[in-house]
């Protein structure tokens, strides 16, 4: 997507409670929250602000391209961060943030501890292995979707594909350029979100939306791709493919 974006990432609350879930339940019936303090963390100011009838909002900032993490201080943010994910870290009480970041065809995984305070960053795919850039994305889980993977989408042209990585795998994969998965098509992708499991009945549905208008000069302006496998989380074929 074009767009001048801000680098810098400013969390609520209520977002960080719906995106990691706690079988802990309290007194009234809820869930308890995940992260029991969120401060800013970034030395930049928050960007954004709650508009009136939000006045209980509480936004606080996370990390911002001139922030330098304790556990990495060579790590920079990059800029135009996209499509984020977040999960429990299994090896610490913390937890791990993938993006993907736009401008810079590039994935980084940011460490944060139980607060979410970010202590270290690497980059599991960076401009090399990127090649085309990277519009939103989407981490799926085992939990929700039946596998694992962090599925960001080119957007640089109609020769432009998925790219599936592991959420967890090595930086030494940082240049590889061979996990696009060709399967799910070429275009200016927007995203490719899979179903949540409890839907799919044990195959994979991939939908990718084309993010050029009809106005532009691309084949492939304005398609619904729909993937399907007969496997969860098998990226092998494309099913169909609808252009409204």
């Not at 007194?27 to 800013?40: A, C, I, R």
Request: a negative charge; glycine letters at 10%.
């Amino acid at each position: 997507m074009r767009r001048n974006q801000i680098t810098i990432l400013s969390l609520l609350l209520s977002v960080a409670i719906a995106g990691c879930k706690d079988n802990d339940k309290i007194g009234d019936g809820g869930e308890n929250p995940p992260v029991e303090n969120l401060e800013n963390y970034s030395k930049e100011p928050a960007f954004v602000f709650g508009m009136p009838g939000f006045e209980n909002l509480k936004i606080t900032t996370l990390i911002s391209s001139s922030d330098k993490l304790s556990g990495s201080p060579e790590f920079v943010f990059a800029g135009q961060p996209d499509g984020a994910g977040f999960m429990k870290d299994d090896k610490s009480d913390g937890f791990l943030m993938i993006s993907n970041h736009e401008i810079t065809q590039s994935v980084s995984r940011v460490y944060l501890d139980k607060n979410f305070k970010p202590i270290k960053g690497e980059y599991i795919m960076d401009g090399t292995g990127g090649s085309t850039r990277l519009c939103s994305a989407t981490l799926a889980t085992p939990e929700e979707h039946g596998f694992s993977a962090f599925l960001t989408a080119g957007e640089s042209g109609e020769e432009s594909m998925v790219h599936k990585l592991d959420p967890l795998g090595s930086v030494a994969q940082r240049s590889d350029k061979n996990r696009v998965k060709p399967a799910l098509g070429k275009a200016s992708m927007e995203n490719a979100v899979p179903l949540p499991k409890d839907v799919s009945n044990g195959k994979t549905y991939i939908l990718i939306g084309e993010d050029q208008s009809y106005g532009s000069s691309h084949q492939s302006a304005g398609q619904l791709i729909l993937y399907v496998a007969d496997q969860q989380g098998e990226v092998t074929w494309i099913m169909a493919s609808y252009t409204p």
